[in-house]
């Protein structure tokens, strides 16, 4: 499903007006009336209220306008609340606020806190608020009697429902400028923004409601595939073929690099998720103490053992490793392998000179993150990272916090600096590409939050690498995979005390799900 930024929208916007010859006030009055359809949907239970509509003084507040209007036409007991003075409203929003006024709406105007406390403070406690204060165009953190409106909003207890995007939230990012409203539901217009996708934005959206006003679809469907969020439609067409003819050589051999004594769970983990991606064949070189716990544990891989110190991989491996990779087809390197001084020069050598398509994950991100430039000595768009935030802190040289609060933005820009495929894990998943898209993944729960999930991630990507998927395509069908394979189990056992193996033998259903789904899509 395609996401807009705040820009993409208004130049949607623009068009329909100008090209089309739409008026604004026209797609204004067809929002609000959307908006009241689906509250009213959704909460008629409340009926008739009392709602609080909490408007700017912008085309926001002008869609707010509307909704009180239109509740107020359907019996609904309405205060409107514009933090503003009325001069401030200019063009579309004005023309509708008279309409409101001249309806009869109760229409208080509140320009500074004092005020707005003032006129927050008296009457019934609202059964529904209505949020209709910056919508998609916010960009600077939300301070004064708005942070003051915000937070009144917030603590309410009243069921709220937001007009385009909670107030508060960057539509371009999903980061929290400053303090936002959380929603109960939230109706946009056109086509969801990215902020509605990407957490914390995601959070704060409640259930989310894409409605149409009237912008021609000749319009939106030419917008760019800038920002995807990635649901069946789109995973499916990734899917690799498997010709009827093909053998074992057919569907590729991907080597993973991994383990260390004490972790060998994870080099287990992986090998067993790229067999079960559909990989032919998966061979796993590992320290030489962990390999005979990998000949016990793995049946269908192969194992080789290299040299090794104090039970990691030792920089004399790097003849064995550059012997191993001819006639492979991809190679995932990092899941367990330790942070030995030795472990991270060979993980930095095998970037450097490394052929193929590579992953890298867990401790070979860290061998990375203490000279990220060593990914610039491979070619454009051949390698994929798969950090959870602590390991994209690292690589990027910043705080945990800066990469959550901006977790689009962060891993754009190193994926377009680095010229990499970066795959940034948690709820949401980011992928990041070379030239700049992003792709955000729709599945997945909370079940995914157990060790060793990650390890599956290494696996899958790299098993989807190995049968001939480009890099991006195969980080973002392997992330989706991942996230199905969650949900799936979630139906039956809940979305706690999900193992990373229960995931691994859930792979080939859920791979089969997706393609049953997409041919009867094809033949509908």
Same mark, same amino acid.
């Given at each position: ?186 109706? $946009?217009?056109?086509?969801? !923004?990215?902020?509605? =996708?990407?957490? @914390? *934005?995601? #959070?704060?959206?409640?259930?989310? %409601?894409? &409605? ?110 550059? $012997?191993?990779?001819?006639? !492979?087809?991809?190679? =995932?390197?990092? @899941? *367990?392998? #330790?942070?030995?001084?030795?472990? %991270?020069? &060979? ?110 991630? $290494? ?21 989706? &995979? ?43």
């Amino acid at each position: 499903m395609k996401l807009l930024t705040a820009a993409q929208m208004q130049e949607l916007d623009r068009r329909t007006i100008e090209e089309v010859g739409l008026p604004g006030v026209v797609l204004m009055e067809n929002a609000g009336r959307g908006v009241v359809e689906a509250l009213c949907g959704r909460f008629s239970s409340i009926w008739p209220g009392p709602v609080v509509v909490v408007a700017g003084k912008g085309n926001n507040g002008g869609d707010g306008y509307v909704v009180a209007r239109d509740l107020l036409r359907r019996g609904w007991t309405v205060r409107t609340v514009v933090l503003a003075d009325r001069a401030a409203v200019k063009g579309d929003a004005a023309l509708h606020l008279g309409a409101l006024l001249k309806s009869g709406g109760e229409v208080f105007f509140a320009a500074d806190t004092e005020t707005l406390m003032a006129i927050l403070g008296q009457g019934e406690s609202p059964g529904l608020v209505v949020d209709a204060l910056f919508g998609t165009g916010l960009s600077s953190k939300v301070d004064g009697h708005h942070a003051e409106a915000i937070a009144w909003i917030n603590r309410t207890g009243a069921k709220v429902v937001a007009v385009d995007i909670p107030s508060g939230i960057d539509a371009g990012s999903g980061r929290i400028l400053g303090r936002a409203v959380c929603a109960d539901l939230t109706v $946009t217009f056109a086509l969801a !923004k990215v902020g509605h =996708a990407v957490y @914390p *934005g995601a #959070g704060c959206a409640g259930d989310l %409601v894409v &409605l149409d006003i009237g912008i021609p679809r000749c319009l939106s469907e030419n917008v760019g595939d800038d920002h995807l969020l990635v649901e069946a439609a789109e995973a499916v067409l990734l899917c690799p073929r498997r010709p009827a003819a093909g053998h074992k050589g057919t569907f590729g051999h991907l080597l993973v690099i991994a383990g260390e004594t004490g972790k060998s769970g994870a080099a287990v983990m992986s090998a067993e998720a790229g067999l079960r991606s559909g990989a032919g064949l998966v061979t796993v070189a590992c320290p030489e103490p962990v390999h005979s716990v990998l000949e016990v544990k793995l049946t269908e891989a192969m194992t080789v053992p290299l040299p090794a110190i104090d039970g990691a991989l030792s920089l004399q491996a790097l003849d064995q490793v550059r $012997t191993l990779w001819v006639g !492979k087809s991809a190679v =995932a390197a990092g @899941p *367990g392998l #330790g942070r030995s001084a030795e472990t %991270v020069a &060979l993980v930095r050598r095998l970037v450097a000179e490394c052929p193929l398509p590579l992953l890298l994950d867990a401790d070979a991100l860290n061998a990375v993150s203490e000279g990220a430039d060593v990914l610039l000595d491979r070619a454009p768009g051949t390698t994929v990272l798969t950090p959870h935030p602590g390991e994209m802190a690292r690589l990027a040289g910043i705080d945990i916090q800066a990469v959550e609060e901006d977790r689009v933005g962060v891993a754009r820009n190193f994926a377009s600096r680095y010229r990499v495929v970066l795959v940034l894990k948690g709820a949401r998943t980011v992928i990041a590409l070379p030239d700049g898209r992003i792709r955000i993944n729709g599945s997945g729960n909370p079940g995914l939050a157990s060790g060793g999930m990650g390890d599956v991630l $290494t696996g899958l990507i790299g098993g989807l690498l190995a049968q001939g998927l480009s890099p991006a395509d195969a980080a973002v069908l392997g992330t989706f &995979l991942h996230g199905r394979a969650a949900d799936r189990l979630s139906r039956t056992q809940g979305d706690a005390g999900l193992l990373a193996t229960d995931l691994v033998r859930e792979l080939p259903a859920t791979r089969r799900e997706l393609t049953l789904k997409g041919a009867q899509h094809a033949e509908s």
